[in-house]
């Protein structure tokens, strides 16, 4: 929990309409870069006596036994026994970056433990999300024991059922928000199930690949114990970590506590190129140096998703796991290109979507629904609409046959997930689920007026407060002059940095325009000169036909600005220097 202090340089109506406060104690920057980075921890939420650890998050510190958690040693014992009796298993995952990652890294792990591994990875269009009985049964025909379903199967009660009645062994292995009753599997790892102790559900801001990876150790731990590595080298499950980073800060997972150790340790492993996949991947996003925090979430996560979103859902599995180099760079290119056509098809839709927003300005809740818009681009448009409106936002998309497939982003303190279970169960929708920042579902498309007039009688209130909560919050200040990528790497010192654990936002000014312009897709570009002498660039995305981006394009010369933002290091040119990527701005 981060802490919260006074009003920063008096501002209490920003362009964006936001009053400023400082994070923890705010103001001045340390005098020293050890110094700096404990202030941000402890603005954070970090105790003094955790600075160290929190500091330089290894696995080691942050790793808790996996036998915490229910279910978890009766999935590692029959997952052990399928490799030693030489099964026939299936990883079934989600076609999104969290389940191709958790189904990579079973894989590769099982492949080391001396087991190869079969996957399945549903159509987003034909199958929809999750297993369904048709699809287990054909693969208990094609002669499998054992499923084990990643990022999915905590709702699935229909399929684990006939799975059950087919003598088909399921082990479900998710994050995702349970119901107090649980499907009928062998053994279900979830740290969000309801019956879990309080240690483990400590942990239910994992992904569904962290979750894997705790099952991975529990596996080679129980394997170690029955004498399997006599004869064999034991895999070293770190190695693995590249892909648990990856499928963490793509999935939006919370940064924090064990996250943290995965995402910092995990770049590390990704700058040696071990996995040859994502070396290619890193190539066509045209990554030339080591991989930083947010190129898993804006380079990497989404072309990876691309594949399960608007082309083959098996893509991002195939990538991780292959080792053939002809075939991965194959693979990367043509994620690369369907991410090109993924964004053409999110435009159009995202254009669409906006054009209801006039008529919901007292909404709660956003829900936007249109005849022929691509399922695959609706969670992506959903978060737009969430930033543009600062309210949680559900994007359906209605098909010929009478029904529609949702998404949908919530805010900070606004727990989507749970609002869409209770509308299943009140009978609103025909299936849904998720967590508190992100939820699906799929819905009659009679039942979408009454489904929407259900979320906003339900967050009315829960959605004011968080709004009327709401304020930017400001770590630090410095000069126009002291944005210097010496700045940039003092502030990385207490990263990595994501949701759930910000990334420092500074303030700087008081500053002068001096050009301003609009590039890209909406994006305002800034050149500001402060009093003291020194000139910073800057650029505040999607901003151009926003409150922020117009104050900036029709600011004049003689007015001075207060602007506070996100310092970061741009190397595009191939010389390096610093930027502000600009959050908010307002009158000195």
């Keep these: 929990m981060t802490l919260i202090a006074q009003a920063a340089l008096g501002i209490t109506h920003s362009f964006t309409g936001q009053s400023w406060r400082w994070r923890g104690a705010g103001g001045a920057l340390s005098g020293n870069a050890d110094a700096l980075v404990a202030d941000l921890l402890r603005a954070r939420g970090c105790p003094d006596h955790d600075v160290e650890r929190q500091r330089r998050p290894t696995i080691r510190d942050f790793m808790p ?16 026994h399928a490799v030693v009796a030489g099964e026939k298993v299936t990883i079934f995952g989600d076609y999104d970056v969290d389940g191709a990652t958790s189904a990579a890294l079973l894989i590769r792990l099982l492949r080391d433990l001396g087991l190869d591994a079969g996957y399945y990875i549903p159509d987003r269009l034909l199958e929809g999300y999750g297993p369904s009985g048709d699809a287990l049964l054909r693969l208990r025909a094609e002669g499998s024991t054992l499923v084990v379903t990643v990022d999915c199967g905590a709702q699935a009660f229909e399929a684990l059922e006939a799975a059950q009645v087919g003598g088909l062994d399921v082990i479900v292995v998710d994050h995702h928000q349970c119901a107090t009753a649980l499907p009928p599997a062998l053994a279900l790892v979830n740290p969000n199930r309801l019956d879990e102790v309080a240690e483990a559900a400590e942990h239910g801001h994992l992904a569904a690949v962290g979750v894997a990876f ?8 129980r394997l170690r114990g029955q004498g399997w590595f006599a004869q064999r080298k034991e895999p070293n499950i770190l190695d693995l970590l590249d892909i648990v980073a990856l499928g963490t800060v793509a999935d939006v997972a919370q940064i924090r506590g064990l996250n943290r150790a995965f995402v910092a340790q995990g770049l590390k492993v990704m700058a040696r190129g071990q996995n040859i996949g994502l070396s290619a991947l890193l190539r066509v996003s045209g990554l030339k140096r080591a991989p930083l925090c947010h190129d898993l979430g804006f380079a990497l996560g989404p072309r990876i998703n691309a594949g399960g979103r608007v082309g083959e859902a098996d893509l991002g599995v195939r990538l991780l796991t292959s080792m053939d180099p002809l075939e991965v760079e194959e693979i990367a290119a043509r994620l690369d290109a369907l991410n090109v056509e993924r964004r053409a098809i999110e435009g159009a839709v995202q254009e669409e ?34 930033e543009r409106t600062g309210r ?12 529609g497939k949702g998404s949908g982003r919530s805010i900070t303190g606004v727990d989507l997930g749970a609002a869409v279970l209770a509308a299943r169960d009140e009978g609103l929708l025909l299936a849904g689920g998720g967590h508190a920042m992100a939820a699906g579902l799929t819905v009659l498309v009679g039942h979408v007026e009454k489904f929407t007039t259900y979320l906003n009688q339900r967050l009315t209130d829960k959605v004011a407060k968080a709004r009327e909560d709401r304020a930017l919050l400001i770590d630090t200040m410095v000069a126009p002059g002291g944005v210097t990528p010496a700045l940039v790497e003092a502030l990385d010192g207490a990263g990595p940095y994501g949701n759930g654990w910000p990334a420092p936002r500074i303030a700087t000014g008081p500053a002068r325009i001096i050009k301003a312009d609009v590039v890209g897709n909406g994006h305002v570009r800034a050149i500001f000169s402060g009093d003291d002498g020194k000139s910073i660039k800057s650029v505040a995305f999607r901003q151009a036909d926003q409150p922020l981006g117009q104050a900036l394009l029709g600011c004049g010369r003689d007015r001075r600005l207060w602007l506070t933002g996100r310092a970061k290091i741009d190397d595009w040119s191939g010389r390096t220097s610093a930027e502000l990527h600009i959050d908010d701005a307002a009158w000195a």
Excluded at 214 to 221: E, F, Q, V
Excluded at 360 to 367: H, P, S, T
Excluded at 392 to 403: F, T
């Design 353 to 386: 979507a906006e054009a209801q927003l006039a008529a919901q300005e007292d909404a709660a809740v956003v829900v936007a629904s249109g005849t022929g818009w691509h399922p695959g681009v609706i969670g992506i448009v959903a978060g737009r609409l969430k």
């Design 392 to 403: 949680p936002a559900i994007v359906i998309a209605l098909d010929d046959d009478g029904k």
């Design 65 to 80: 036994n996996p036998s915490l958690f229910r279910d978890m040693d009766t999935a590692a014992d029959r997952i052990a």
């Design 214 to 221: 705790l099952l991975g150790a529990a596996i080679i731990r």
